[in-house]
């Protein structure tokens, strides 16, 4: 390769570089004002729902296949732990959304082993719950308190993995619209940690008065 070649060649990584930069700053950028939006509504009270009777197995298996790609990056197992189909009634873009956030944090903070995603049904308190389970970094017991809490810095999580730190906000204020709770447990830092959430088998905002 000549001198002007090889030149040229390098000018165009320098390029390819700069576009990938600028597109990750824009794709960041988008789900921050995303997110902001969200935290608004839930904020104000104006986040509604459509909530319909869809297949959760289906809907949490669909998720798990979108990160795949990234979960083999790292050498990661998903796992799907639960009943071939489980009927029930949520908004299925906004649940998609809870999912993509959990599994989300969980690849990012986990570098080798394994996550599960189950479902149970708790019959006794009549909700679906949830698990993303993990065996990543952990969190400590002082952020597991605020864990869910709006612009708070955890010292369990390493700030060089970047995220805009409203992804949990969000999700709670989805899952509690639903009439469903979610929490999070971790035995400590270095140990793993698995995120919940529920979902009444008769949403609140189909329940009777």
Partial sequence: MDQSKRGQHLENAKLEDSITTIDLAATNMLELVNDLLDVAKIEAGK???????????????????????QAGAKHLALNFVGPEKQMAKFDRVRISQ??????????????????D???????KAKRLVISIKDSGIGVSREDLSVLFSKFKQLKSFDSTRKGTGLGLVVSKGIVEAHGGQIWAESAGENLGSTFYFSLPLEPASQTAP
């Fill in 47 to 69: 986040f509604d729902l459509n909530v319909q009777e869809y297949d959760l197995s289906a809907s949490i298996k669909e998720q798990m296949k979108t990160f795949e790609p």
């Fill in 117 to 123: 995603i189950g479902v149970t049904l708790d019959d």
């Fill in 98 to 115: 809870v999912l993509n956030n959990l599994l989300s944090n969980s690849i990012k903070y986990t570098d080798s082993g394994q996550i």
